[in-house]
Nanobody, 119 residues
Framework: VQLQASGGGLVQAGGSLRLSCVASGSISIIYAMGWYRQAPGKQRELVAAIRSDVSTSYVDSVKGRFTISRDIAKKTVYLRMNNLQPEDTAVYYC??????????????WGQGTQVTVSS
């Protein structure tokens, strides 16, 4: 299973970006998809997640600005980021909790995409 993330870049404060992450390979069951980020010198944190029942959750700092969505048929998860701020600068990683069956369930990680917000 491979996750390919894209959509990062450099943007000014107040701008927007949309991240995409496509899962390929032997993954038939997806329990949840999410986005994490890691800023220099900080721990990786969960930014947003969307579960199999389509419920979503967000870290407090991005509520009202970021929106997570998915196209399950395409095994793709998106993160729409509006009103970006310098503190959003980080490497963003996509994550998929799934597998070929419930017996092979595990976490998969993308390679990371850099988001840089200038003030």
């Amino acid at each position: 299973v491979q996750l390919q993330a894209s959509g990062g870049g450099l943007v000014q404060a107040g701008g927007s970006l949309r991240l995409s992450c496509v899962a390929s390979g032997s993954i038939s069951i997806i329990y949840a998809m999410g986005w994490y980020r890691q800023a220099p010198g900080k721990q990786r944190e969960l930014v947003a997640a969307i579960r199999s029942d389509v419920s979503t959750s967000y870290v407090d700092s991005v509520k009202g600005r970021f929106t997570i969505s998915r196209d399950i048929a395409k095994k793709t998860v998106y993160l729409r980021m509006n009103n970006l701020q310098p503190e959003d600068t980080a490497v963003y990683y996509c994550n998929v909790d799934g597998g070929r069956s419930s017996w092979t369930r595990r976490d998969y990680w993308g390679q990371g995409t850099q988001v840089t917000v200038s003030s």
